[in-house]
């Protein structure tokens, strides 16, 4: 099957691409196979030159890489820049601190000498979602290679173009032929390479599903794996919040990248107390977001990546306000050719509606209003996942408390929640297992090897 490449802006298609067979999959795994058996061997010194050096090729094509996410997945250039520019970042960060991460620990034993080192495992498959098309495949790229792994992509069919791109990307930093390889493979492909003798691992950023099928063929033949899935975080808001700042903070966080990221503020969640007087700034702060062409260096809003994920999104709303909950902004697809979904919000929303129980995967707000703070508590926790999730109170202490109630993989007081090259990321619950960046993201992927010596 051909790979279609189609802005979700104009529906009109941009390019197609034609899939592997199974000959060329088998050459090009075991080519990675060999480069990276040769790259184990390189120093730090080598690796942090070819790394600097894709760092450097970033910035230098920072408009080059946001009008093609723009182009194949409806990013908002503006947005586009951010991303390349957080990719960047991870690669300094890894070019500067990957040696200390990977250095030995002595550990004091009966031994004459014991230590533990870390080494590379071999060629790590990545399958990689379209939201974030460059930084989601850099945050596993960059510490995998920093190992000494070899990196085999897997990106989402919709954004073939961003995939290939990164593969030349690698090449041009002089990276060795073959050691990062974009896989122009189909979904049903990808247990094949799982089972490949000539891969170690495998890290996966997506959905729930998708994650389910590709751990069980991970398990199926012991490979390590990382699950980052979805998520559906809640933004708590107590009644000493700075209530001006926690709208503006839900709007960015819901919004963000059309509301297609699994560390948006799914779930908004105020006390009773001052639920009125948040929800009116929330909705004021929404409705003023600019929603248009992705090429304009002023849209705040581009389109939805896909018309069918904008089908779907609409008919989980629909069936929500069915169900009681309240549209209270937008909730109506756009008109016209592109996949345009407006920023939404549904109003008191209860655990009948799908809203509530379901990640919706585009710009919509699910608000939940709770009793009291206990309540705000149970809301929060009162989910499959456990991404990610945020707190806004004046009172830092009590929030502090509050944060070590709440079941996520992170939990930011009076700020939205990101990533960050320093801090570890990941879930808990149906959101996955496993974590990227920091030092925990890096050593994911090595064997951790004790050395005894008498």
């Known amino acids: 099957m051909p790979y279609i490449s189609l802005n979700p802006a104009t529906r009109k298609t941009l390019k197609t691409y034609t899939s592997w067979d199974s000959n060329h999959l088998a ?38 890489y946001a009008a093609l996410m723009a182009a194949e997945m409806g990013k908002p ?7 390349i520019k957080k990719c960047a970042l991870v690669c300094d960060y890894y070019a500067v601190h990957a040696e200390h991460f990977m250095g030995a620990e002595v550990v004091q034993t009966g031994a004459g000498k014991s230590y533990v080192c870390y080494e590379p495992l071999g060629v790590v498959l990545g399958v990689m979602p379209w939201n974030f098309p460059f930084f989601q495949v ?60 000539y891969i170690q691992a495998v890290t996966l950023t997506g959905s729930e599903p998708a994650g ?13 794996c990382v699950m980052e899935l979805g998520g559906s975080d809640a933004f708590v808001v107590l009644k ?3 209530l001006e700042l926690a709208a503006s903070f839900a709007v960015r966080s819901r919004f963000q990248n059309c509301g297609q990221s699994c560390i948006a503020a799914k779930r908004i969640i105020p006390v009773a107390e001052i639920a009125d007087e948040f929800v009116a700034l929330f909705i004021k702060k929404a409705a003023e977001l600019k929603m248009g062409d992705p090429m304009d260096e002023t849209t705040q809003i581009g389109p ?17 306000i069915a169900q009681g909950a309240q549209p209270v902004l937008g909730c109506e697809p756009v008109r016209g050719a592109g996949a345009f979904y407006p920023p939404s919000a549904l109003d008191r929303v209860t655990a ?30 009162d989910t499959r996942f456990g991404l990610g999730s945020s707190i806004w109170s004046r009172d830092l202490d009590r929030a502090e408390k509050i944060a070590g109630q709440i079941q996520a993989g992170s939990c930011f007081i009076n700020g939205m929640v990101r ?29 951790i090897k004790t050395v005894w010596i008498g």
């Open 27 to 64: 050459e090009a795994l075991e080519q990675a196979y060999n480069a990276q058996r040769n790259w184990a061997r390189t120093t730090f010194a080598e690796r942090v030159e070819r790394m600097n050096c894709v760092a450097k090729l970033l910035h230098e094509r920072i408009s080059e």
């Open 212 to 224: 389910r099928e590709v751990a069980s063929h991970a398990g199926q033949h012991l490979k390590k």
């Open 240 to 242: 000493d919040a700075d």
């Open 77 to 83: 250039v503006r947005e586009g820049h951010a991303e």
């Open 138 to 197: 850099m945050r596993f790229a960059a510490p995998a290679l920093m190992a000494g792994n070899g990196c085999v992509l897997k990106h989402a069919s919709s954004v073939p173009g961003c995939a290939l791109a990164l593969e030349q990307l690698f090449r041009d930093a002089e990276f060795p032929p073959h050691l990062f390889t974009t896989l122009m493979i189909e979904a049903s492909d990808v247990a094949d390479v799982i089972a490949s003798h």
């Open 304 to 320: 939805m990546a896909r018309l069918d994920l904008r089908e779907d999104l609409h008919q989980q709303v629909a069936d929500s």
């Open 352 to 381: 009948k509606t799908r809203a509530y129980h379901e990640e919706l995967f585009g710009p919509v707000a699910a608000i939940i209003r709770a009793r009291d703070e206990e309540e705000a508590i149970r809301i929060a926790n």
């Open 419 to 447: 990533s960050d090259p320093r801090l570890p990321f990941g879930g808990t619950k149906a959101s996955g297992f496993g974590r990227e960046l920091s030092y925990h993201g890096i050593r994911e992927f090595v064997n």
